[in-house]
């Protein structure tokens, strides 16, 4: 008998360590995701400085546009060969393969990811940058883990605890402390134009959001390393074969002259990589850690990148933020905790199903 | 062409009732010639994400002696919403 209730011990220690380890692992996917989401802008802000781009006027929308549209291509070209060597290291290219071929039932949400996340949410947050700034485009990506959440819930009931969201509304306050004060001296009433970026602000919260419930819906069936692969794949075709085409013919934009310019020159071409090199690995983290703890949980950490983007524009440019960066840093990390500190079972089972009803945690309360 | 690997685990599961981690990790090495501790990590990786996603259950574990180490193995069972899963994309017919 008490050899039984010494083995039922173990075993009830083995199966919380378990998920503590799974719940540890998804929280350190989403924390990577903010850190090199951070790092990206370093190298995102800096190919602003090199030619083609340099040379483009700051009010020169629909070129300014445009040019956003060929680095994106351009950079997702570059995020596509890191995967690559990504997936080839760890065996999973031929299961990239078999994934992609599958696309009328599975890949295919990999492609609507690539439009919410892609063309949508990154031409939305640059209309948002253009047309009203970027304090104005950062606060309004902030607002994307409450989508992805929303979403996520009614689409395929995923689990939100109540402490989860507050944790997420405290991460959502703190980076809205960090932006906001700056938000005052951007906005202009006189801005004829405004509309347009309310409209791109909303277009990057729902794209990003978006993004994840619909990734979600491909991974629930496939890998998630591979995952992200398609979704690449994707996006370059989205681009390439549709909206630079498209853009050639029906306007005067020169966009065969941006993409030669922006290969021939190799700086351009060094903070693409860098960008790239950030961005899929970023990317690879995020929907690993949705897999793992849900797609609201990995959105809101994934959230704190407006603070490691702080951190390293700091660090590279030595321009100190402002004194309020510290009180938002306190929110953000506070909120965090709050999420982290979800029992480690209930984050084991991420959706509401009366199927899956008999779940770990029952298993776990049935152990002596 | 073969599925993919998390295709192949749930249709695996599908054709059984329930089935021990192990039996399963022991069927996907035959079907891709896979072998070693770092494809069974990637497998059990991939088990306890369709657990998380609700397509299958947990319906028992043990502690058993495995290469010299005591590891927590699961048995598993296709949940209805993994069924209704497959069906949605095609691993399963309707």
Known sequence: MTNLSASGALLKQALHKHYARNQRWGFMWALWTAILWGAWYVPGTALWFESPYVDIPADAQSLRLAATAVMTWVHAITVFFFLLLWNLV??????????????????????????????????????????????????????????????ARLWYQEKISKRAAIGMCIIIFGGMVIYGPSLFGEMDASNPNAWLGYIGGIMSAIGWGSEGAVAGRAMDVSDPDVGIHCRFSFEILFWGMLILPALMLFTDLPIQQLVIGTFTNSKAMLWITLAAACHAFCYTAFYKS?????????????????????????????????????????????????????????????????ASANTNQTLAAELP | MKLHQKGFLLVALSQV?????????????????????????????????????????????????????????????????GRLRMIDTGLLAG
């Open chain 1, 290 to 354: 949705f897999s793992l703890i849900g797609v609201g949980r990995g959105e809101a950490i994934g959230n704190l990148y407006a603070v490691f983007a702080l951190i390293f524009i700091a660090a590279f440019t030595l321009q100190l933020p402002q004194w309020y960066f510290i009180v938002g840093l306190v929110f953000t990390v506070l909120g965090s905790f709050v999420m982290f500190s979800e029992p480690a079972e209930s984050v084991a089972q991420l959706r509401d199903h009366e």
């Open chain 2, 17 to 81: 009732t329930n089935l021990w981690e192990q039996a399963l990790i022991a069927q996907t090495f035959v079907e891709y010639g896979l072998a070693g501790a770092y494809s069974e990590k990637t497998l059990r990786i991939a088990l306890d994400e369709l657990s998380a996603a609700g397509l299958i259950t947990r319906i028992d574990q043990k502690l058993a002696q495995h290469q010299g180490q005591q590891q927590l193995q699961f048995r598993y069972q296709l949940s209805d919403f």
């Open chain 1, 90 to 151: 760890l065996g999973k290219v031929k299961d990239y393969g078999r994934t992609m071929l599958r696309f009328r039932k599975i890949s295919k949400w990999y492609a609507l990811a690539s439009l919410c996340g892609g063309p949508m949410a990154i031409f939305g947050s640059y209309m948002a940058m253009g047309f009203i700034g970027p304090v104005f485009a950062a606060i309004s990506s902030l607002f994307y883990p409450v989508i992805g959440a929303i979403i």
